[in-house]
Structures are given as structure tokens and as C-alpha cells.
């Protein structure tokens, strides 16, 4: 099974296509999978557009009362599709954005490459349509404010949010951060979570993908000065808050985990 994470906060122009558009792939590229979609307290029409996509897909609907943010709404669909899952070494999770910056043409790039081995597959951006020339600037070089606390070997778009995860692995860190996946917002959220699932991979690759900014419906909201403040707030976050495995977490047959850089 492939459970499709969507994070959403007023995405009623944008949600239902991009589900539609996930149904033509799983059409042409037939595999079990299930669309989970958190709707962060939206004040659009958010909820209606999912209430009609949930009689005729296989949609569940999850939702905050009041916005929480983008890593509370990752970690309780991450949450939700382990405790789903009766096969967490074979299945696995896909994260990404309800706004159409994430084509879901990678879909199935994405799911090969956990099909021949994978563990943790992320999706290396190539920007297009933001004109934002900060914005370009911060999610370039902005993993290097990250640097000597998160690092992911093999990984450069540390801040992607679009990727795929082994449900095992998921499973393994969410078992070890019980209170919660984590300690960090927005674009930082993305880096802490490939730094704490990487850390139970055996296999980490990257696949890459065009992250476009031209066909979001509404303004952007990302700020790339806040984003810039926030990755280097979570430095200190961070560095409290490290990644030992869970005592009783079992291991992928062969697996050895991967060595966590952190200082």
C-alpha cells in the first residue's frame, strides 16, 4: 500500500485537482494506495472540496479544529498511516504539497525506487515560476545554516518537501520521538525529518523532481527571512533534542542503521 501524505491549510482551489491528478497515476501505474489529506483548520472551503473527493476516491480526511502548523499536520499523517499499515516493511508513505508545487507525475519514480531497495527516497527540487529571488536564494544555500547539526549522506535538498518513506522506518523514529516527530517548523521540519528516519535507513536515494511555484491559486506563503530565522532556530533545537534509536525497535532483516551526524 502507498499512503499519499498531503499537509493542507486553504486549499480549496487546489486540493481536489491534485488528488484527481494522483487517481490518473495509480490509473496508468496500478498499485494500492490511499490518499491521506490533513486539513489544517482551513477557513476556506477546504473541508467541502474533500467531503466530495471522499465519495468517489480512497480518500480519508483528517483535520485540526485550529491551524497547528505544517509538522504537526506531517506527524499526525505519518501517525495515521503507520497505524494503518499491516505491512510496514513492504509499504510506505509519500509526503508532499497540496498547491501543486509537486508534480504527481514523480509518483512513480518515487515508488520504484522503494520497490528495488529504498528506504528513504527524497525528491531533489529544481525551483521553477518563483519569483521571489530570496526565496530562491534560502532554499538553495539554506540547508548550509544546517550545517554540523543535520546532515543525510547523499542527500543536497535536505529542505524538499516531497519524498517517500518505508513505513518501517517511519514507524522506528516515530517510536522514538513519542511526544511528538518534531522540534522544528516549515522548511526546517523537512531536514529534521530525513536527519531522524534517516538514521533507520539502510538505503537513502534521491529522485529529481521540478518544484513549481507558478500554479499555486493563491499568494505564496513563505516568508524566505522567517524561513532563513527558523533553520537557524533549530539548530539549537536540534542539537537538544537527538535521535537514538528506540530500545525495542526491530531491525529491517540485514539492516544496520545509519549513523546520525549531529553535534
Known amino acids: 500500500m502507498i499512503y499519499v501524505c498531503v499537509p493542507s491549510y486553504n486549499e480549496a482551489p487546489t486540493v481536489g485537482l491534485l488528488l484527481w491528478k494522483i487517481r490518473q497515476v495509480f490509473a496508468s501505474f496500478p498499485r494500492e494506495y490511499q490518499l491521506l489529506v490533513l486539513?489544517?483548520?482551513?477557513?476556506?472551503?477546504?473541508?467541502?472540496?474533500?467531503?466530495?473527493?471522499?465519495?468517489?476516491?480512497?480518500?480519508?480526511?483528517?483535520?485540526?479544529?485550529?491551524?497547528?502548523?505544517?509538522?504537526?499536520?506531517?506527524?499526525?499523517?505519518?501517525?495515521?498511516?503507520?497505524?494503518?499499515?499491516?505491512?510496514?516493511?513492504?509499504?510506505?508513505?509519500?509526503?508532499?504539497?497540496?498547491?501543486f508545487a509537486h508534480s504527481p507525475q514523480a509518483i512513480p519514480d518515487l515508488v520504484r525506487r522503494i520497490e528495488s531497495g529504498a528506504d528513504l527516497v527524497v525528491g531533489e527540487a529544481r525551483l521553477e515560476g518563483e519569483p521571489s529571488r530570496a526565496h530562491r536564494l534560502v532554499r538553495r544555500y539554506g540547508p548550509l545554516l544546517l550545517r554540523g547539526v543535520v546532515s543525510v549522506a547523499g542527500v543536497r535538498d535536505i529542505l524538499s518537501g516531497y519524498s517517500i518513506l518505508r513505513l518501517v522506518v517511519l514507524r522506528n523514529a516515530l517510536r522514538s520521538q513519542s511526544a511528538g516527530l518534531f522540534v522544528s517548523e516549515g522548511w526546517a521540519a523537512n531536514a529534521e525529518l530525513y536527519w531522524r528516519t534517516g538514521r533507520y535507513a539502510r538505503r537513502v536515494e534521491t529522485v529529481p523532481t521540478i518544484e513549481r511555484h507558478d500554479l499555486r491559486q493563491r499568494p505564496s506563503r513563505v516568508r524566505a527571512g522567517h524561513q532563513a530565522l527558523e533553520l537557524w532556530r533549530a539548530r539549537a533545537r536540534l542539537r537538544a533534542a537527538p535521535i537514538p534509536p528506540p530500545a525495542d525497535?526491530?531491525?529491517?532483516?540485514?539492516?544496520?542503521?545509519?549513523e546520525a551526524v549531529s553535534s
Open 39 to 99: 486539513d489544517d483548520g482551513s477557513t476556506d472551503a477546504t473541508a467541502e472540496v474533500l467531503e466530495r473527493y471522499t465519495r468517489v476516491l480512497p480518500l480519508t480526511v483528517l483535520r485540526h479544529d485550529e491551524r497547528r502548523g505544517y509538522a504537526a499536520s506531517v506527524d499526525r499523517l505519518f501517525r495515521q498511516a503507520v497505524e494503518l499499515t499491516d505491512r510496514p516493511k513492504r509499504d510506505a508513505a509519500i509526503l508532499m504539497h497540496a498547491d
Open 249 to 258: 525497535a526491530p531491525v529491517t532483516e540485514g539492516q544496520r542503521p545509519a
